[in-house]
């Protein structure tokens, strides 16, 4: 039932804790949620009718046929809840009148920190320990990992993200080279960050964390070409997009012992299987149940977002947004706002 002077909001793909963060926002009071557990896609799109937006997160599919169905039920905007606007196409909405806001930035530390935790995860290999020691099993053997002091560590965008990357692994004491098509020189100086073409990146840094957009010219930045570039032993961290990495040239060169570790918070083929419960079930990606095999490749299910901080930034600015009813936001053009 409509409720006249709160604002309808459908928010697709709803967890627990969006539901709990969403509701407890600042100016909650003056929108109806009504939340879905599933995706958006054009399949789902009709689960939005009579409200005047809708919610979404990284792996809802708002493709050109579902704005279409959101457009013709009336929906005027989009809210994403998160940065990444890849799963959405701009230009259908655009077209459709839809108003499209996002959250540029919530908590660049929640990513940063965990994209480190992965890393320093993997090197001393405290996932296997942790699963020993349970056993009761105190030997050591296979579990030697290296200093990051005194390394070179190569950032791949150094926006908001990319720089507090950088920042914690100046305070490891390694060296930092970084590649972006907007370098930050200012900062880059201020950090003691030297700017290198992305092919010396490749062929100097010993750790390669990924955190540029995923856009046409990013897709598959790391491919079989440019892993090759790679120092032996090299590890590699994404917790940006999954179609940075293509994972079929990942695994042949986690296979022929290339890489020295992969640390993934995001995958190419994640959509609908992240942020589920499958543990009931038979996984049917085989590239996915390969890399889970590897000792040395550590997966988490795309959490690197998941602080206190970040969702109840997340939830403030998302609520402010849809109270706004994209009036005052300017069409996101795939810039940051
Ligand atoms: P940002 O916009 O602040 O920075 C992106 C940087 O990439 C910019 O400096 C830009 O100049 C650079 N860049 C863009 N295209 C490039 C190209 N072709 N070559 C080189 N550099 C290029 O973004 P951010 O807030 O730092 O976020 C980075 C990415 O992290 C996001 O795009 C998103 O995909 C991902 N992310 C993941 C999570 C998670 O939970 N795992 C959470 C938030 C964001």
Partial sequence: MRIS???????????????????????????????????????????????????IFVNDEANRGCLEILAAQGVKLIALRCAGFNNLDLVAARELGLSVVRVPAYSPYSVAEHTVGLLLTLNRKIHRAYNRVRELNFSLGGLVGSDIHGKTVGIIGTGKIGQLTAQIFRGFG?????????????????????????????????????????LPETRYLLNALTLAKTKQGVFILNTSRGKLVDTTALIAALKS????????DVYEEEEGVFFEDLSGQVLLDDE??????????????????????????????????????????????????
């Fill in 5 to 55: 002077n709160l604002i309808e909001v459908a928010v697709y793909n709803t967890k627990s804790y969006d539901q709990e963060y969403l509701e407890k926002a600042e100016g909650a009071e003056h929108v109806q949620w009504r939340f879905h557990e599933f995706r958006l896609s054009a399949e789902t799109a009709l689960a939005a009718k009579g409200v005047q937006a809708v919610c």
């Fill in 174 to 214: 390694a060296e930092v080279i970084a590649f972006d098509s907007f370098p930050a020189n200012d900062w880059a100086e201020t950090n003691g960050v030297r700017y290198v073409a992305l092919d010396q990146l490749l062929e100097s840094s010993h750790i390669v964390s990924l955190h540029v957009p995923l």
């Fill in 257 to 264: 012992g290339h890489i020295g570790g992969v640390g993934l």
């Fill in 288 to 337: 996915l149940s390969q890399l889970l095999m590897f000792p040395n490749v550590l997966i988490t299910s795309h959490q690197a977002f998941l602080t206190h901080e970040a969702l109840s930034e997340i939830a403030r600015v998302t609520t402010q947004n849809i109270l706004n009813l994209g009036a005052n936001a300017p069409f996101l053009e795939g810039t940051t706002l």
